[in-house]
């Protein structure tokens, strides 16, 4: 029970905004979505004993027992009243938040485990799972809405942490999920296409991103990447302190990489030489990111090289399997082109020349279509062979989402591409068909994820498990 500024002089009990959890007690929130609006149901709350209402739209008849606050924006408002009612957990925690298209999970995993072996006690945010300490929790989103996220926080309060990391999505931003947390650092990987279905517009996505730099406090560190084209732009209007890092351009925290191949990178970072076990060019990227924060957190430079060495990639992100015949599978989260074309490349650059690279990938369905030729176009320019096959096609038709993707692929480019709808069948053609003694085989798109989503079912599906089927 706690009292928030909305219901001055009530004891809240609960707070939600979805009709089916509310109840006497609770608050509830009608948040208008994208597919309904929470304000048609009002009468069903009021059914089930919850008489205090936040709304943007005021209901046409209000009945005599209801408190009813009228607000402008209710996501707004859901964000507020719950870090109140946890106690404003964020500003009792060293809180850094990661936002870029790609590169927060890999990021945030990796400070996690950084920080626990500096001695930490730690929680994490992320879209593979969340963590307090080493009590798992599952994730159902990159980054949770405000009523969980200010919970999760809590939890880590009261579990000792003193540290916590989280992905900061741009659907958060836009949502003000993260609205009311305070931060005590944000980074900036990176910005390429993604997330057109949502945003509309490239620069309504990269407004997105940068709400959340404008939005933290002139306490927290703000660090980007000097590297990317929109590094800068993001730190424009941010009242926090501004630090960049880089392997290109002039910057606070600078790498080399000194060499990029199968054990991993050789890096030089601040003068000293530190070997990683990741793998990449944009790993070389993720690593600095995590020292240069690490750093700007209090940590000491070369113990924090020590720990870095030590680290082990995120789950689903450039996973390599042996399998028989000498091939080589790898697993990757690439769903974007930016990371499609980095993966591929990292692959050419530290294979051997006579092994041929195979691609298995899809693309998700009810997600930015725009980017299906460009994957497509990216897969067969950089293998020796492709299969375009299935990747969550949701509740669209997977073959139109195959012909979409296949029309990307330039003529010339034709003849190495296979389409096999059926993921489970695309990967064992890549492997038993058309792999040879020797070869990679790339299954991008799905890293982590154990579940295919068809038409809405969530199947069992884990590229690991499966490519292991296709190698015994
Ligand atoms: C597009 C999007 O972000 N949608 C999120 C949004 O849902 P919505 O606006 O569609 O909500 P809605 O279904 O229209 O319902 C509107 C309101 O009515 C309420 N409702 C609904 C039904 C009912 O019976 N009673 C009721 O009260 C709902 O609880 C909601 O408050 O708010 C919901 C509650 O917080 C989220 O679960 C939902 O995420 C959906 C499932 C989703 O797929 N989101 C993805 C796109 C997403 O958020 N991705 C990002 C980035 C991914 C990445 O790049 O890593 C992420 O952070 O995960
Ligand atoms: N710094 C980076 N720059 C470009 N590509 C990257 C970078 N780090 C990882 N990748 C590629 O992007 C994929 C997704 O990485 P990761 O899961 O860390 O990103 P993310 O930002 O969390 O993605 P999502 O938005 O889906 O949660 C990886 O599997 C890899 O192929
Ligand atoms: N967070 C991303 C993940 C995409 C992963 C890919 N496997 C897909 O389902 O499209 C999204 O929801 O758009
Ligand atoms: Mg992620």
Not at 159 to 164: F, I, L, N, V, W
Not at 314 to 334: C, H, T, W
Not at 427 to 449: N, Q, T
């Given at each position: 029970m706690a009292q928030i500024t909305l219901f001055p002089g009530i004891e809240i009990q609960h707070l939600c905004f979805d009709s089916r959890q509310a109840k006497a007690g609770s608050v509830f929130f009608a948040i208008p979505g994208t597919q309904v609006d929470g304000h048609s149901f009002l009468p069903q709350v009021y059914a089930q004993g919850c008489k205090l209402w936040v709304v943007e739209k005021a209901p046409a008849e209000l009945p005599a027992d209801v408190t009813c606050v009228q607000v402008s924006d209710s996501n707004q408002a859901l964000a507020e009243a719950a870090a109140e009612f946890y106690g404003h957990p964020s500003k009792k925690l060293k809180l850094v938040g990661i936002t870029g298209t790609n590169g927060k999970t890999t990021t945030v995993t990796l400070l996690f485990e950084l920080f626990k072996r500096l001695g930490h006690r730690c929680g994490l945010i992320s879209t593979v799972v969340n963590k307090i300490e080493d009590k798992i929790i599952p994730s159902t989103h990159t980054t949770p809405d405000a009523l969980s996220l200010n919970a999760l926080l809590a939890d880590m309060v009261t579990?000792?942490?003193?540290?916590?990391f989280m992905e900061v999505s741009s659907h958060a931003v836009v949502?003000?999920?993260?609205?009311?947390?305070?931060?005590?650092?944000?980074?900036?990987?990176?910005?390429?296409?993604?997330?057109?279905?949502?945003?509309?517009?490239?620069?309504?996505?990269?407004?997105?991103?940068?709400?959340?730099?404008?939005?933290?406090?002139?306490?927290?560190f703000a660090l980007t990447n000097v590297d990317d084209k929109r590094g800068m732009v993001m730190l424009q209007n941010t009242a926090a302190k501004k630090y960049g890092f880089g392997l290109l351009n002039a910057a606070d925290f600078k790498a080399k990489i000194i060499s990029n191949g199968v054990g991993g990178l050789q890096l030089e970072i601040d003068h000293q030489q530190v070997h990683a076990q990741l793998i990449g060019t944009f790993n070389a990227y993720n690593l600095l990111g995590i020292y240069a924060a690490a750093l700007l957190l209090g940590e000491e430079s070369h113990?924090?090289?020590?720990?870095?060495?030590?680290?082990?990639?995120?789950?689903?992100?450039?996973?390599?399997?042996?399998?028989?015949?000498?091939?080589?599978?790898?697993?990757?989260?690439?769903?974007?082109?930016?990371?499609?074309?980095?993966?591929?490349?990292?692959?050419?650059?530290?294979?051997?020349?006579?092994?041929?690279?195979?691609?298995?990938?899809?693309?998700?369905?009810?997600?930015?279509?725009?980017?299906?030729?460009?994957?497509?176009?990216?897969?067969?320019?950089?293998?020796?062979?492709?299969?375009?096959?299935?990747?969550n096609p949701r509740k669209e038709d997977?073959?139109?989402?195959?012909?979409?993707?296949?029309?990307?692929?330039?003529?010339?480019?034709?003849?190495?591409?296979?389409?096999?709808?059926?993921?489970?069948?695309?990967?064992?053609?890549?492997?038993?068909?058309?792999?040879?003694?020797?070869?990679?085989?790339?299954?991008?798109?799905?890293?982590?994820?154990?579940?295919?989503?068809?038409?809405?079912?969530?199947?069992?599906?884990?590229?690991?498990?499966?490519?292991?089927?296709?190698?015994s």
């Open positions: 579990a000792g942490c003193s540290h916590a949502q003000k999920r993260i609205h009311a947390v305070q931060f005590s650092g944000g980074i900036f990987s990176n910005i390429t296409r993604d997330h057109l279905d949502f945003h509309e517009t490239f620069d309504e996505y990269i407004k997105a991103k940068k709400g959340f730099f404008d939005a933290l406090p002139a306490t927290a113990e924090v090289l020590v720990q870095i060495s030590a680290l082990k990639t995120a789950p689903g992100r450039f996973e390599q399997l042996a399998g028989s015949q000498n091939k080589m599978g790898i697993v990757d989260y690439a769903h974007t082109p930016d990371a499609l074309e980095n993966v591929l490349k990292t692959i050419q650059a530290i294979r051997d020349k006579s092994q041929r690279i195979i691609t298995v990938v899809g693309c998700g369905g009810n997600r930015d279509s725009g980017k299906r030729p460009i994957m497509a176009e990216l897969a067969a320019k950089y293998s020796d062979s492709v299969v375009l096959t299935s990747d997977p073959e139109l989402i195959l012909d979409q993707m296949e029309a990307g692929v330039p003529a010339a480019l034709k003849s190495k591409v296979h389409r096999v709808s059926d993921r489970k069948e695309g990967i064992f053609y890549a492997v038993r068909e058309l792999a040879a003694s020797g070869d990679i085989i790339l299954v991008a798109g799905k890293g982590h994820e154990n579940y295919q989503d068809i038409q809405g079912v969530k199947y069992d599906f884990d590229d690991k498990l499966v490519l292991g089927e296709a190698f």
